[in-house]
């Protein structure tokens, strides 16, 4: 099952100039001492392809895949209805979820958007979070680690189970 964060789709946003900002939110919740690349494609076909616009505008946008450069982790962005949707679901890593969190976190930003959903309560026990309050919640303690090692350190912060195995004092593998 994938899991998926959306928010309103307030207008056209181009996702280019977002990639930083995304990349420098995931560093900041993850603890990175350097920022990662992230890379920006469609899906066309079935089939990764080079984007010819980044516009994120409408249903007519294509599906756009969000990736850390050189890494099998990435998020599918769409726009079904009013919505910006992000999907993880590919790897289902915590590296991923954070990668969609910090994505989130970068377009509701840019958007002005004060709440992002999350319906299946995934990152947390409300359906609609704050941007702020999402990369709280997400931030690991620390600098300097390793994204892979920073993005294990979030057992127990995601998923309802997790939660409420690490709530009861139970040990989460």
Do not use: C
Request: charged residues 25%; without cysteine.
């Amino acid at each position: 099952m994938p899991i998926d964060l959306y928010l309103d789709l307030r207008g056209p946003v181009s996702l280019r100039p977002l990639l930083p900002k995304a990349a420098a939110v995931l560093a900041e919740m993850l603890g990175l001492a350097e920022v990662p690349e992230l890379t920006l494609h469609a899906l066309e076909g079935g089939q990764r392809v080079s984007v010819t616009s980044d516009e994120l505008r409408d249903e007519s946008a294509p599906l756009f895949l969000i990736s850390l450069a050189d890494e099998p982790e990435t998020v599918s962005v769409n726009v079904p209805g009013k919505h910006v949707t992000l999907i993880m679901g590919a790897q289902r890593s915590n590296l991923e979820y954070a990668l969609g969190a910090a994505i989130a976190v970068a377009l509701a930003r840019e958007l002005g958007v004060s709440a992002i959903g999350d319906d299946w309560r995934f990152f947390g026990d409300e359906v609609l979070v704050s941007p702020h309050e999402l990369l709280l919640r997400l931030k690991v303690v620390g600098e300097g680690h390793g994204y892979r090692d920073a993005a294990d350190q979030l057992n127990g912060r995601l998923g309802r189970e997790s939660r409420s195995r690490t709530q009861t004092g139970e040990t989460v593998e």
